[in-house]
């Protein structure tokens, strides 16, 4: 070890204590800094400094440190071992491995198979257990100096999982993996498919999402690609999670960005900006006009309160030549919630700016399936304003019509999605005779309080359609559970003035309740026009859902963009054009 020095802030100290095998000193040139954190008592320095600031090690050669010296350097997520090559170079490889401790056998083929026994071995003598969330970065030690320099080894779990499990895990796998090599600077990361090309890109695509926008200095985002050797079938899946993964995090975005930077105005320029690199998408912007030609009350009672002018968003894709009737998508897109003259306490009131992100998913899975061309026939419509408290905003016992002519009492103004969300709903199914309607939206506390934010509420009395969220949800990771639609509920929501009041008169079973006002304008006035037919519906209510307080795997700390990747899966199940 004679000669080998710290490198710190420029200076160039002596150590003592040999922590290389003394056997490879033949192999060294240059400087090295050689700790480990059982050691660094031991050194012989000049200058003090504390234990983890020595966590650190540069490197030229392979093949020379001694296993049980580094033992103890462990860690429940990613191990606190660093390594740092003096090369420029700083390409960085993501593989898995399972609770077996066998790598995948996608991984397996990318190393040599004496590497892959020394990682095993290393694994081994860390203690890790390969369960799903593990991760383990190191140094490559491949005797061809293929370039990678730091290699993220994720747990996968058990290999003989169910697909639908093996595809989360390779999600949550990949996502941790490529943070983790983002933390250490990596600027290339390559990401092996561990046999799930498709849930491998969304797992590294999501988990390196990042919201700086807003900031001055900004990072420099690492470049994330797949490893070569993919056959053209595992490229198209790649390809395909890819496109899932980009469509989310543009949801991200768009409920991430600050109300007064994500106004209707705004909200509507973004979507036609971002759709129209895709063929066979028609993005139509309507204003107040449009709402009182087509006597959207609802919508313009809570609009009223609010300077922004309103704005309807009508998305229409069509990746069906034939004139099948399309499938329908609503969102919430309520840009800012104050709660109206009926005001949200000040605690958590910043949130609200991610209240339209039912609108921004259903936009971005119309951006998904257009990006993978799915052969389905689609529209997508979403009603943009604020809820805000003017001179002119609505007050509690006002009464409004919606456009299929029922009457609502407004007995709370911070109830204002459902109104929104009505008027929409009755525009599309008149409109485009669609043949399921599903609609999102961070509509009620109670969800928060019911599913916390684990599982999206869905409300549907069609078995069918349940049927095929639910399977497009396992598909993709992001859970659902479904809710009672019920009469009772109904019965609660009805007023002494008008035909419906916008909360119920009982307390509890708040989103059930609200999901049966919603239930009022699907079908109520399509039923009395010709060759029109009430389509199976849906309602996703995502206030639990919409954002998280940290990061794990394929999920980043804030908005989540929830659940435009089931929404991108639910139609590709219409199209019959899945996997």
Request: with cysteine; aromatic share 8%.
């Amino acid at each position: 070890m004679e000669g080998a020095k710290i490198i710190k802030q420029n200076q160039v100290l002596d150590i003592g204590g040999a922590i290389l095998d003394e056997s490879q000193e033949d192999k060294m040139s240059g400087s090295f800094l050689i700790v480990n954190a059982d050691s660094v008592d031991k050194l012989n320095i000049k200058q003090k400094y504390t234990r983890t600031k020595y966590l650190r090690m540069f490197i030229s050669k392979f093949k020379f440190i001694n296993q049980s010296k580094l033992a103890n350097i462990t860690s429940k997520s990613c191990t606190g071992l660093r390594f740092y090559s003096s090369s420029s170079r700083t390409n960085g490889l993501v593989v898995g491995y399972y609770s077996n401790l066998q790598l995948s056998k996608t991984s397996s083929n990318l190393i040599q198979n004496t590497f892959a026994k020394s990682i095993i071995e290393e694994i081994k003598a860390r203690d890790l257990k390969g369960k799903s969330g593990e991760c383990h970065v190191t140094f490559e030690r491949s005797a061809d100096n293929s370039g990678f320099r730091q290699i993220a080894f994720v747990g996968l779990g058990k290999h003989d999982a169910d697909q639908n499990e093996l595809s989360e895990n390779v999600r949550n796998a990949v996502g941790n993996g490529v943070r983790a090599l983002e933390e250490r600077k990596v600027s290339v990361i390559e990401v092996d498919s561990m046999s799930h090309p498709q849930a491998a890109a969304e797992g590294a695509f999501l988990g390196a999402y990042k919201y700086d926008t807003l900031k001055t200095k900004k990072t420099t985002p690492a470049i994330i690609k797949h490893t070569s050797g993919l056959s053209e079938n595992d490229l198209e899946k790649w390809n395909i999670g890819k496109a899932y993964a980009e469509s989310q995090n543009w949801a991200r975005d768009l409920a991430s960005t600050p109300a007064n930077l994500m106004t209707p105005t705004i909200f509507a320029e973004e979507v036609v900006r971002e759709l129209s690199q895709f063929d066979n998408v028609i993005v139509n912007v309507y204003g107040k006009e449009f709402a009182e030609k087509h006597k959207m009350g609802l919508f313009m009672s809570v609009a009223q309160g609010s300077d922004q002018p309103l704005k309807f968003v009508e998305i229409i894709y069509k990746g069906n030549s034939s004139q099948d009737r399309p499938v329908a998508l609503v969102g919430k897109g309520i840009t800012f919630d104050s709660g109206g003259i009926s005001i949200k306490p000040a605690k958590g009131m910043d949130s609200m700016k991610g209240d339209m992100g039912g609108g921004a998913s259903v936009v971005a899975a119309m951006r998904g399936i257009a990006a993978i061309k799915a052969p389905v026939n689609v529209v997508c419509c979403v009603p943009l304003t604020e809820n805000m408290l003017n001179g002119s905003a609505a007050k509690p016992g006002d009464v409004f019509y919606g456009m299929n002519g029922k009457s609502v009492e407004v007995l709370n103004t911070d109830a204002e999605g459902r109104l929104v969300l009505a008027d929409a709903l009755t525009y599309v199914v008149d409109t485009y005779n669609p043949t399921s309607v599903i609609d999102v939206a961070t509509l009620t506390g109670a969800m928060v309080v019911a599913l916390g934010e684990t599982y999206s509420g869905v409300f549907t009395p069609a078995a069918d359609l349940w049927k095929r969220i639910e399977e497009a949800s396992l598909v993709t990771g992001d859970s659902v559970w479904r809710m009672p639609t019920h009469p009772a509920y109904l019965k609660v929501m009805e007023s002494r003035v008008a035909d419906l009041a916008n909360i119920g008169s009982v307390n509890g079973a708040g989103s059930a309740t609200a999901a049966m006002f919603l239930s009022q304008f699907i079908g109520s006035k399509s039923s009395e026009t010709p060759g029109v037919s009430d389509p199976m519906w849906a309602h996703m209510d995502i206030a639990g859902t919409m954002d998280t307080g940290s990061s794990s795997g394929h999920q980043v700390r804030g908005m989540t963009g929830r659940p435009t990747r089931t929404l991108i899966e639910l139609l590709r199940g219409f199209s019959g054009s899945k996997h």
